[in-house]
């Protein structure tokens, strides 16, 4: 039996039966249109944290002082005084690999302007600080390295403190109140959204770091230390060459843990990404159930469909057909439904994608290889699910075939 006659049967045993053919598919559709969708939004939740991890600046390395350890008390992480500007000098001397560092040195504050005021994060740095984390100004200036030596009273303000303190107004050159003590706005960070953990990036005022550990906490140590590497491929040679610089001269001996933690962007991102790949994964699992489902109706309707066509698969192996025609027969039915559901799924998918996106404003992602892969799967689950109804079908004897009524 030639291939396009068997296209030709298929085509009319699945129109003999229109309701049943498209109720059979629905299951496939269904299934092939959630494991695009589920993939889709897995997809875009990676792509949206590398963007924001990705944000937080180019080549990204933090360097954090360690815990304390002391009379049987182990304190967190952070809590230790170990880090100077001495250190951020010698990072910056010493390290070919990193091409600029600051220090960092944060506080909590109400700051007023007018009668309006807000409670904020007061962050001081140095002026390399918008080159590291790759954060332009929307508008006015940054402070200078003669701000920092002075302690200059300064600051730079982000959007939301902006959008609460100078709401349609231009905060540069004003004057805003941050524990009391006056400073003056210099100008404004581009605004950059909310984090992956919904901390808000741009609920922030920059000073000079010199400012903050003088004038607002009274300190002499920083809190940690940021860089950035001179290229994406030399943040690890990066971390390395500040891990030995400080271990000589924090005086750590071999054997003895560090006094401090170097997180590079890239240990961010890799397990951001196991994260976004574990739920890429568990929703494409979830949706492929719905294709199994579909393949077992598939494989429900094949046989029913034996049963009915008995008769007729008597007179075909009477009149000569073989029983591979007859498999090949039942297999492309099979086929044909699954191959037709998964188009109609890919479509369902596709626009469910874009549903989900502006509804939820979440992020999706088609890729063209999940909806290759959606394809193919649901071809699977054709010849897959059935085989055993046109196997079966294959294995009539003819004359007893004849003789069903």
């Not at 589920?38 to 990705?54: R, S, T």
């Not at 540069?172 to 960070?189: A, D, Q």
């Not at 429900?300 to 192996?317: A, K």
């Not at 193919?376 to 689950?381: P, T, Y």
Request: hydrophobic content about 45%; glycine content about 10%; aromatic content about 8%.
């Amino acid at each position: 039996m030639r291939y396009f006659q068997i296209l030709k049967v298929a085509y009319r045993a699945l129109l003999r039966n229109k309701m049943r053919s498209i109720l059979t598919m629905l299951g496939i559709i269904i299934g092939v249109g959630a494991v695009i969708a589920m993939l889709g939004i897995g997809q875009g939740a990676k792509k949206m944290v590398n963007d924001q991890i990705a944000s937080l600046g180019d080549n990204l390395l933090n360097v954090f002082p360690g815990s304390f350890h002391g009379g049987g008390v182990r304190t967190g992480a952070g809590t230790m005084t170990s880090l100077t500007e001495e250190d951020v000098k010698a990072i910056k001397d010493n390290c070919p690999a990193v091409s600029r560092v600051s220090p960092v040195v944060r506080s909590g504050a109400q700051v007023i302007a007018g009668n309006l005021n807000w409670g904020t994060s007061v962050e001081g740095y140095s002026p390399d600080f918008v080159f590291i984390r790759s954060w332009p100004l929307a508008s006015g200036t940054f402070f200078t390295d003669q701000d920092v030596r002075g302690a200059t009273k300064v600051c730079v303000l982000g959007k939301t403190v902006v959008d609460n303190l100078f709401p349609d107004q231009d905060p540069v050159g004003e004057i805003i109140r941050i524990n009391k003590l006056p400073f003056r706005v210099l100008g404004v960070l581009s605004p950059k959204g909310q984090t992956g953990f919904g901390h808000d990036q741009d609920d922030i005022i920059i000073v000079p770091y010199t400012t903050v550990q003088k004038k607002i906490r009274g300190i002499t140590y920083i809190n940690s230390i940021i860089a950035s590497a001179v290229d994406r491929t030399q943040i690890d040679l990066a971390e390395e060459q500040i891990t030995t610089l400080l271990r000589q001269r924090h005086r750590i001996q071999p054997g003895q843990d560090d006094d401090f933690t170097v997180r590079s962007q890239l240990d961010i991102a890799s397990a951001a990404g196991s994260t976004s790949k574990i739920m890429t994964i568990l929703l494409g699992a979830i949706a492929s159930i719905s294709l199994i489902v579909g393949g077992i109706g598939i494989m429900n309707i094949m046989l029913v469909s034996v049963t009915e066509r008995t008769r007729e698969i008597g007179i075909r192996m009477a009149v000569g057909a073989k029983s591979r025609d007859i498999l090949t027969q039942f297999l492309v039915e099979s086929m044909a439904l699954s191959f037709m559901g998964g188009i109609l799924g890919i479509i369902l998918g596709i626009l469910s994608s874009q549903l989900i996106s502006i509804l939820l404003r979440w992020p999706i992602f088609t890729s063209a290889l999940s909806i290759v892969l959606s394809f193919l799967f649901a071809g699977f689950v054709g010849v897959f699910f059935g085989f055993y109804p046109a196997r079966k079908a294959s294995l009539l004897d003819p004359i007893e075939a004849l003789r069903y009524e």
